[in-house]
């Protein structure tokens, strides 16, 4: 991942809001891994590593 540290306190957001009870998230950007034309200097290994992590944690 580019920046394992926003990686790291993504992944602690996504936890803190799990022990409160909130059943799913919405992705804004997730055009970018839907429609890669328009979205320049992206790295979709990296998008979807971060994914990967997000997915595996729920």
Known sequence: MANH???GEI???MEFWFKLGVSGFR???AHAV???I???HT???D???LF???NDLL
């Open 43 to 45: 790295d979709f290994i």
């Open 27 to 29: 992705i804004d950007t």
């Open 52 to 54: 990967k992590k997000m």
């Open 11 to 13: 992944l602690k957001i």
């Open 5 to 7: 540290e926003v990686v």
């Open 38 to 40: 328009d979205v320049e």
């Open 34 to 36: 839907t429609n890669p």
């Open 47 to 49: 998008l979807y590593t």
